[in-house]
């Protein structure tokens, strides 16, 4: 139960705030409106990094079942605890969507783009070009894993009240490096869940949910999740520091 609860609260708090950076930034009349990709990505590093503050200490502040299988795979995470938090990250990015609906409520009706504001949920590429978004989505996450082992790594010697702080300016990285053909899903729950949310909420003026793109923000996540963390294991974790 621990597990579930951890992640349910972490992941909302990451969607709540996420998210909520890109309603301020793309929404009409919102204070940040206009205020760009920077913004939007240093939002959700700073969202990442409070989360698994928050959390981290209950069920390992993974807030992503990329991270959470890519774990599994490397045999850092018992396969018997997956269920809990895939449950726990689907429930709290819906409910973090909710609440990004609920705060920025006046907001949705006075902007006229559908597409920004199913941006304020889930993710789309500017093109349609399937097959790169999904190597992207697949390439970015395997570096999200990378770099969360190599945080983690005991030979770094970074204390654990430093880790979510680094793991944020590791989102952040990859949001300004690699974050611009797709929006940098790079979890398939924070896709998901807010896409599933954006279908059913009473969103004003929306479009789309997009479905057929869906699949890309979930598989090549999941996918690049467990290649990033066998990578790491295999080639980076057996070397010994001189």
């Known amino acids: 139960m621990s597990i579930f609860i951890g992640e349910w609260i972490g992941t909302l708090l990451l969607i709540f705030l996420g998210n909520g950076v ?34 981290g200490w209950i069920s390992g502040g993974h807030l992503n079942p ?20 895939l449950l726990g990250q689907m429930v709290g990015a819906m409910m973090g969507a909710g609440l990004v609906w609920i705060s920025y409520f006046p907001y949705w009706g006075l902007t006229q783009e559908a597409r920004l504001k ?57 949001g300004l490096s690699l974050g611009g053909p797709t929006g940098f899903a790079i979890n398939p729950a924070r896709d998901l869940g807010p896409r599933l949310m954006h279908a059913w909420l009473p969103v004003a003026g929306k479009g789309s949910s997009d479905w057929n793109y869906a699949w890309i923000p979930i598989v090549g996540p999941l996918l690049g999740g467990v290649a990033g963390a066998l990578i790491y294991q295999l080639l980076i974790a057996q070397q010994l520091p001189l």
């Open 22 to 55: 890109v309603a301020n930034v793309l929404l009409t009349r919102s204070k940040g409106h206009g205020g760009g990709w920077i913004v939007i990505t240093a939002g959700w590093g700073f969202a990442v990094a409070i989360a698994v503050y928050a959390v």
């Open 66 to 85: 990329a991270v959470t299988i890519g774990l599994v795979a490397a045999g850092k995470t018992p396969l018997s605890d997956l269920p809990a938090y």
């Open 118 to 174: 199913l941006l304020c949920f889930c993710t789309q590429p500017e093109i349609k070009k399937n097959w790169s978004h999904f190597v992207i989505e697949f390439l970015a996450t395997a570096v999200l894993l990378i770099g969360v082992l190599g945080i983690f790594n005991v030979h770094n010697g970074i204390g654990s009240g430093v880790g979510p702080y680094a793991v944020g300016i590791l989102i952040f990285s990859i």
